[in-house]
């Protein structure tokens, strides 16, 4: 974790990595993003985690997927950009981020894929509408890599609580008290798992 002494914090760097002619039209970590987000922590020297960055065999997919957990297990903050929609990958390293219980803070502009000023889904709406687990994942959500340099900043100044694993048994435990009795499909599903 973090050492004052040291003035040296590490970033690792989540988000889709482009591999292949057709990821052209992602947004990726680049440069830009890694110096705005060093730039907002300034003095604190950032080492960015970078899975992008590897000389490692890609044919052995055990091993890649350990080398990205590796990282985030040698993080002391994942920042995750989440600017367009992600895949499996992301969400991975954001619940081994809380196994680890390391900070993770999610790059989530308003009216992108995972928020929405309102959204209509499921014959309902939602006003100010996060994606659930990109919620429930996350430490904070942010509009840029300024304001995830900046709430990295003053975390290290006044730490606090984040969340880690215990979150999944919460979020479940709080849908059974407070949505369970109205949700009639999952009381239905219930009532075979316990007749059987």
Same mark, same amino acid.
């Given at each position: 974790m973090f050492d004052m002494k040291?003035?040296?914090?590490f970033i690792y760097c989540s /988000?889709?990595?482009?591999?292949g002619k057709e990821?052209? /039209?992602?947004?990726?970590?680049?440069d830009k993003e890694r110096e705005e987000l060093s730039s907002a922590l300034n003095p604190i020297k950032t080492v960015f985690l970078n899975p992008d960055e590897r000389t490692d065999d890609l044919n052995n997919h055990l091993t890649v997927f350990g080398r990205d957990h590796f990282q985030v297990s040698l993080a002391d903050f994942i920042v995750v950009d989440a600017r367009q929609r992600r895949g499996v990958g992301v969400g991975a390293e954001m619940l081994s981020a809380k196994l680890?219980?390391?900070p993770v803070i999610s790059i989530v502009p308003k009216n992108s894929y995972y928020?929405?000023?309102? =959204?209509?889904?499921?014959?309902g709406s939602s006003e100010d509408y996060i994606h659930?687990?990109?919620? /429930?994942?996350?430490?904070?959500?942010?509009?840029?890599?300024?304001?995830? /340099?900046?709430?990295?900043?003053e975390f290290l100044e006044n730490?606090?609580?984040?969340?880690?694993? !215990?979150? =999944?048994?919460?979020?479940?435990e709080e849908y059974k008290k407070l949505q369970l009795d109205r949700d009639i499909p999952m009381k239905?599903?219930?009532?075979?798992? !316990? !007749?059987?």
């Open positions: 040291k003035n040296k914090i /988000g889709s990595i482009q591999k990821d052209k /039209g992602k947004l990726l970590w680049t680890l219980n390391k928020r929405k000023e309102k =959204l209509e889904y499921l014959g659930a687990h990109m919620f /429930g994942l996350s430490d904070v959500i942010v509009e840029d890599f300024r304001q995830a /340099g900046e709430w990295i900043k730490p606090k609580p984040v969340k880690n694993i !215990t979150i =999944l048994e919460k979020a479940i239905k599903i219930i009532g075979e798992i !316990t !007749t059987e």
